[in-house]
Structures are given as C-alpha cells and as structure tokens.
C-alpha cells in the first residue's frame, strides 16, 4: 500500500533561492513541452523525448529532471485524456471539455516537481536533504517533521518524492510503500451512510455532525466575500494567508471520522461498509442556494482515509450500491420514497418502524456490504474426493 509523508524543508535564504529558481525553471520548461506535445499530437513519451530533450539539456536541465519534465507532462495528458474519456469534463460539445481539448495543459510556476533517488538523498540521522537545483547540488538542506512521518520515511520510502512550494514554504512529499496487514474475517458489517447534514453515520450508533463544518465553511465564505469586495492590500495579504485554512480544518475532521471509524471496526472485529458516489455531483441536481454545499461536500477524500486507515489495520472494507438506500426499509425491506419523511425522518409505511433516516440508511448499507462480501469470497464447499 502507498501513502505519502509531507515533510517541511527548512533552507537558508540562498538555499530557498536556488529551489524557487529550479521550480520556476522545470515549470517554465514543462510548458514549453506542453505545447509541443499539444503541436505534434505525440502520443508517446518516447517520442515526446526525441523531440523536447536537448532542447531541454540546453536550458540547463539535468539529465534527470528532463527526464522528469517530460514525464510529468505525459502524464498530465494521459490524466486529462482519462478524465475526457470517463465523462469527467462533461459530454462532447460542452463548454468545458471544448476548453479543455482546445489548448495545451499549462503548469504554475510552483507545480510540484518529481525527483528520484538520482537528484535526492536522505540523511534521516541528520535531518538534512541533498537536492538537484539549477544552481547545483544543494547538501544540508534541513527538513521537519513528526517522529512518526520520521519513522515512516526511514522504514519504508520508496520510489520519487515531490518538490512543491505554498506560500513561499518549501515541503518533499514522499512516497512510502507499507505493507497492508493481513484481513480477517468479518463477523459482519459496519455500515457507513455519508451525507452533508451527518457527515457520517454508522450502525453501530456512531454519527458525525455536520452542523459545525457546514458553519464553518459559512463563515469562512463570508469573510472571504468581505475581503474580496475590500480589494486592499492588506485585505489580499489576508486572503493569502488564509488560504487553504477550510481545506486543511475540513481534512483535520475527516481524519479524526475516519480513524473512529476503523477503530471501532478492528475492535469489534467487523467490516466496513461504504457507498460508491462516484459521479454524485453530475447526476444530482439542487438548488442554487444549495449548491455551494454539494460541491465543497468532501465525501471522497473521507471515503479515502477510511480506505487506507482499513488497509493498514486489516479491517475488511467493500463498496456497496447506494440506489435505494434512503428508501428501503432496514427491518421489513419495504421500498418506497414516501418512507422518506423528510431529512432526518424515516417512518415505513408498511411495518411502521419510525427511526432517523440516516441511521435506517446505514443498516441497509452494512447488509448490502455482508451480500457483497459473502458473494466476492471463495468457495467453502470442500472439494469432491
């Protein structure tokens, strides 16, 4: 399983000079293959290479971070070429794909940077990073971070890290390979209704509120209203340095969700089960006044921190189908949307059960999940002597 560790680089004034320089000089590069790519429609990175990479060296590019360039840029059309094929961007013709399709991929001058091994090495003892820049090789960068990212880093990184910069701090994103833990068997599952009025829901009882995220994000929006319309100096360095504040509060929430979740799965020795959302926001359709909350709704990356969090702890996890899972009744399996009271409401017309919907929603999900687990595992039939 890969998961990444976040570390903060802490250069001197001449260090942190040479990696702006370097990030603004492979991203300036990238986008000069970007239009190359896009001007020659070349499919491949092979002969994206042939045509991008002495110009590339002449910039005073190394070998390696050319290399780089030209893959991440690959890349980027390979990503954006997936996301136009599954519909992600819209149908053909619509405005967006259009503006897609129409122009070549550009990169920010503070896009991330791939390194491998080659252009960067750990001194975990010490603390300090050896990095290529265009300036040379920097030695004794220091970086910071938790003892237990530390521990990480040291046991199991493999593979490239990530040069990025925010707001003028300088972070390696590292990829490490950890082992998953062997799954047990599952005495049954825990179902898990996601929604925006309850963050999370659980069978077993357990619900996460969304009130206080949702006034959050509320007064955020607004201060950021008030701070746009102001248009000052001081109003733009205070739009700055709040920027990605809702992000990092909103990812804090959805860890703390997911790690009560799996633990008590792993307690209990249950399974978890989750609804697959996936394309959500393109069939639902609200309001105008509802749809800043649809889209800010983080339901994926949740659905990531539990699936990563089970790995690791060898909890069993499935994705079940959502159709119907507000409407049927857990007790009786009666379906019908008049059930649906109203948001919190759940009352069968056919048994009576009267209970809060998204709790009835999580049972059905949890014996949704059971079905698919028993029908996923292998035979138990001993074979025929």
Not at 11 to 27: F, H, I, K, M, R
Not at 94 to 109: C, L, M, Q, W, Y
Request: aromatic residues 6%; positive net charge.
């Amino acid at each position: 399983m890969k998961i990444v560790v976040q570390v903060k680089l802490m250069p001197e004034a001449g260090q942190a000079s040479a990696l702006s320089a370097t990030l603004l000089t492979v991203n300036e590069a990238a986008n000069w293959v970007s239009d190359v790519a896009f001007e020659r429609r070349v499919p491949r990175e092979y002969e994206l290479r042939k045509h991008t990479y002495a110009e590339l060296k002449a910039r005073g590019l190394g070998a390696q971070a050319a290399q780089h360039v030209i893959k991440k840029t690959r890349e980027a059309y390979t990503t954006l070429k997936a996301n136009i094929r599954a519909g992600n961007l819209g149908r053909p013709g619509s405005k967006r794909r259009v503006k897609a399709e129409s122009k070549p991929i550009a990169f920010r001058t503070d896009s991330a940077q791939p390194y491998d091994d080659r252009c960067l090495s750990w001194q975990y003892d010490a603390g300090t990073v050896s990095i290529w820049t265009t300036a040379g090789r920097l030695k004794n960068v220091r970086f910071a971070c938790s003892p237990g990212a530390l521990k990480t880093l040291r046991e199991h990184r493999k593979g490239e890290s990530d040069l990025i910069e925010r707001g003028g701090v300088f972070y390696l994103v590292a990829v490490c390979d950890i082992p998953e833990a062997d799954q047990y068997e599952p005495g049954g599952f825990i179902g898990v209704d996601l929604g925006i009025a309850n963050i999370a829901t659980t069978s077993t009882g357990f619900r996460a509120a969304g009130r206080g995220l949702n006034r959050y994000r509320a007064r955020q929006a607004g201060l950021r209203r008030k701070l746009q319309a102001k248009g000052t100096k001081s109003a733009k360095r205070l739009l700055k340095r709040r920027s990605r504040k809702e992000a990092r509060h909103a990812a804090n929430v959805n860890h703390v969700i997911s790690k009560t979740i799996v633990a008590t799965a792993e307690r209990t020795g249950s399974g978890i089960a989750l609804e697959d959302l996936t394309g959500i926001r393109s069939r639902v359709r609200h309001r105008k006044d509802q749809r800043t909350s649809l889209h800010s709704w983080s339901f994926h990356q949740l659905g990531q921190y539990i699936e990563y969090k089970a790995k690791r702890a060898g909890v069993p996890l499935v994705y079940v189908d959502p159709a119907y899972t507000s409407q049927q009744c857990s007790q009786c399996g009666h379906i019908d949307r008049r059930n649906r009271l109203s948001q919190p409401t759940f009352a069968c017309r056919s048994c009576g059960t009267l209970m809060h919907a998204d709790d009835n929603a999580s049972h059905n999900i949890g014996h949704k999940g059971q079905t698919v687990w028993t029908a996923g595992r292998e035979s138990r039939v001993p074979a025929t002597p």
